[in-house]
């Protein structure tokens, strides 16, 4: 069998252990089922995907959350999940698979070119494409990480002048499956210092190559502007509200120094970050200190000066990323943007050269058990820092991680029902007519079941809502300086705050849970249109906080257990 035809049999092993759960299956939680995954699957469920101006508003976020606060409908994702409009989780699986399909071919395109090109490497190529494809990623935001290899092979082809066509396609493709605010403007920094650095090393005879590496640029530029041309306009030329980001103090969220700077870089440069495929990367060292020792003469120079050349590269982007924000709470005073924008980001650009490291270790070697061994090497650390892998293995095996609750579990359709028909029995009256709020439940899980929340997880909404909502909580804030200074300088996390849970925001059923003095404002959540809280744990006084308890909730199958409050 061809070795392309292998490395995606193997992807497609991968998927498999991931879907085998069915409705059980572990996706990832953080940044992802609680936010991106909801908001894609609502707005294309509300039929708002490709919505947009003044007036046009989330309905069942935060009392109409404005919708150019929220992603481009003009992606890919956006797509997909239009197509599986009733079904998330198979919208989202179905997405993942999509996009781990594309690195994969991405990255075998690039580097059956530039890296591994000789025909008995295709085998080798192959397999760092499949390593590749599997690593630790939020496949929710496209090809913003995974896709990078297809970039690079175009920018290489266009300072060579090969297959321009292809060049220029990728180009004006890539920002319709990737996120302007994570890779666009990191990816044109690192593409504009390679040709200014181009330029310097072959003087004259770089102009032409120059010449189309910013055509190529500026052609990504543009589309990214056309993709994400609402949230732009609506932010920054007819500005139709102002942000909560406005108020972001960047300098009250962590600590500041030289050191703590130099000590988050070096984590970077080990581990990298979380949203952007986070691995241990002392397997790729080992790899090249082995094919070090297994070369010598000129080809052993080569892979020294090529290796530090890229190493070097991933040290500049870890400092970018870990000091540009230090240095940013400085200018944000005279640079008003700064509040919205985070130039911290350059750890999106770390997994690729870490890779490439590995390609120059073993492109030395012959192309034998040596070289495929070192490639494998890697699988198992790119493997244990995948959650989504890790935890359904684990779930599979019969021991799952008590907190890793399976998507049946935490959306808990089951659970959210009953409290849906408990309300619609005693009132006559269903979500759209009512506005919740959740404690210790993230607002995503109310919802994907339909409910209407005031409160939510948002990276972008009106400055005017995150004043209207802090006297709900104030009390607690007042309670709490961490969690007045995670809501006030902060605050995309704009939800019901307990100092006595601090920043636990999912609690489980087990053990159970319980708040002794919630400082509640009923008053103020009426005002907002308030009228249920639901909790994930207990009030033991509840009157104390103008509540009463309506009913108990639970289901077998469900992660949660929800107490219903209602007010007035």
Not at 73 to 79: A, E, I, P, Q, V
Not at 97 to 118: D, E, F, I, K
Not at 207 to 229: D, H, N, Q
Not at 465 to 485: D, M, Q, V
């Amino acid at each position: 069998m061809k070795p392309l035809r292998l490395a995606l049999l193997g992807l497609l092993l991968f998927m498999l252990l991931l879907v085998a759960l069915g409705p059980r299956t572990f996706i990832i939680l953080h940044d992802n089922l609680e936010a991106e995954v909801v908001y894609a699957y609502l707005l294309a469920k509300l039929h708002l995907t490709l919505a947009g101006g003044p007036g046009v508003v989330m309905p069942p976020i935060m009392d109409g959350l404005p919708r150019d606060a929220m992603r481009s409908g003009l992606s890919m994702t956006l797509l997909i999940f239009n197509i599986l409009r009733d079904s998330p989780l198979a919208a989202y699986l179905l997405h993942e698979a999509l996009v781990r399909v594309v690195a994969l071919l991405g990255m075998y395109w690039l580097l059956r070119r530039y890296g591994l090109s000789q025909p008995a490497q295709r085998g080798l190529a192959a397999a760092v494409a499949l390593l590749w494809a599997v690593l630790p990623a939020y496949s929710i935001f496209g090809l913003s990480v995974l896709g990078q290899p297809l970039l690079l092979r175009a920018a290489l082809d266009l300072r060579r002048g090969l297959s321009r066509r292809l060049a220029w396609a990728v180009c004006a493709a890539f920002p319709w499956w990737s996120a302007l605010v994570l890779v666009g403007p990191f990816i044109a920094a690192a593409w504009g210092v390679g040709l200014l650095l181009d330029l310097a090393r072959r003087g004259r005879a770089a102009w032409p190559a120059t010449w189309r590496g910013v055509g190529g640029l500026a052609l990504l530029l543009a589309s990214y502007a056309l993709v994400e041309w609402r949230m732009v306009d609506s932010l920054l030329v007819a500005k139709e509200f102002v942000a909560h980001r406005e108020e972001f103090d960047l300098g009250r969220l962590s600590p500041l120094g030289v050191g703590v700077g130099l000590r988050e870089a070096g984590q970077l440069f080990w581990l990298g970050h979380y949203h952007a495929s986070p691995f241990f990367k002392g397997g790729i060292v080992l790899a090249a200190l082995v094919a070090l020792a297994q070369v010598v003469g000129p080809a052993r120079r080569r892979l020294v000066r090529q290796g530090a050349a890229v190493l070097v590269s991933v040290a500049a982007l870890c400092g970018l990323a870990a000091l540009l924000p230090q240095l940013s709470i400085y200018w944000q005073r005279q640079l008003p943007l700064l509040h919205a924008f985070s130039l911290g980001r350059f750890y999106f650009l770390l997994a690729l050269p870490w890779v490439l490291v590995l390609v120059l270790a073993v492109r030395q070697l012959p192309a034998g058990r040596l070289a495929y061994a070192l490639v494998a090497l890697q699988v198992p650390f790119a493997l244990a820092a995948n959650p989504e892998f890790t935890n359904n293995l684990r779930a599979l095996a019969g021991h799952p991680r008590p907190n890793a609750p399976g998507y049946a579990a935490y959306v808990a359709p089951g659970l959210l029902r009953q409290v849906r028909t408990f309300i619609a029995t005693r009132t006559g009256q269903l979500p759209p007519a009512y506005r919740v709020a959740c404690l210790g439940l993230p607002p995503a899980v109310a919802q994907l079941n339909g409910f209407y929340t005031l409160d939510s997880y948002q990276t972008i909404y009106p400055l005017a809502y995150k004043h209207a909502f802090r006297p709900i909580i104030a009390g607690e804030l007042a309670k709490s300086p961490a969690l007045a200074t995670y809501f006030d300088a902060w605050g995309n996390r704009c939800y019901l705050l307990s100092a006595e849970l601090g920043r636990q925001f999912a609690i489980g059923k087990q053990p159970a849970r319980q708040v002794q003095h919630l400082a509640f404002d009923a008053a103020a959540f009426q005002r907002l249109g308030g009228r249920y809280v639901l909790s994930a744990v207990r009030l033991a006084h509840p009157a104390e906080s103008g509540l009463h308890l309506l009913g108990v909730f639970d289901d077998s199958q469900a992660y949660w257990r929800v107490y219903l409050y209602g007010v007035g």
